[in-house]
């Protein structure tokens, strides 16, 4: 539950889960096409943004409080994966600008047939479950250093990378006609990259910080 603490430690809480979920889930990739693909067909839009949002927020929400209870009072595994987790951030963001030197673009998945809400759904899903990549971050970084919080705040960074994830699907699902052009500019996703790299080393150093604090 969201207990009642100080206004500036919920929001600094909720504001790390909320750049943390976007800087994780902004990324190309088949999830991400096929919502914009729905926005752009007009097709279960709000179905699909909101099984998206659903499921990253239980995967977070399990993730956070099932490591939390994992690590208990072991404060050498907190350390442990606190700097495993700013190694990760650091690596990850490296990449984003690494691909910040790079041209890509977000297409639209392809397919002309309509899709009813349930294959709709089902595709959702795949997407999104079948991906191990979602198990790794969702669940293992997000949740891990999500546990690393105090207990009463674990709920508001819950809440602020389920709303990241919340956010970002209504943009692609909703917001489909005016992104599509956006994201298909390559010097688009340079400036995105380069912001969700700087975002991570962020992150990376208040991880390591925590660590250091823990000694």
């Not at 409080?65 to 606190?82: S, T």
Request: charged share 10%; hydrophobic share 60%; glycine share 10%.
């Amino acid at each position: 539950m969201l207990q009642h603490l100080e206004p500036s430690a919920a929001f600094g809480t909720f504001s790390q889960g909320l750049a943390l979920g976007l800087g994780l889930i902004v990324a190309i990739g088949a999830q991400n096409a096929f919502v914009l693909r729905q926005g752009l067909r007009r097709e279960h839009v709000g179905s699909v943004v909101l099984f998206c949002a659903l499921a990253d927020a239980l995967l977070i929400a399990a993730g956070v409080w099932g490591m939390a209870q994992a690590l208990g009072e072991n404060r050498q595994w907190a350390r442990a994966l606190a700097l495993a987790g700013a190694a990760f951030l650091a690596l990850y963001g490296w990449r984003a600008l690494r691909r910040a030197r790079q041209t890509h673009q977000l297409q639209a998945a392809q397919g002309k047939a309509s899709l009813g809400r349930n294959a709709a759904l089902a595709q959702a899903a795949a997407f999104t479950l079948l991906n191990p990549h979602v198990y790794l971050d969702t669940v293992l970084l997000v949740g891990g250093i999500g546990a690393q919080q105090p207990a009463p705040l674990q709920a508001w960074f819950i809440a602020g990378a389920g709303s990241a994830s919340a956010l970002w699907f209504s943009m692609l699902g909703f917001g489909a006609r005016w992104l599509a052009p956006w994201f298909a500019r390559p010097m688009a996703w340079r400036l995105l990259d380069g912001l969700i790299g700087v975002t991570m080393f962020v992150l990376a150093a208040m991880l390591v910080r925590h660590a250091w604090l823990m000694l």
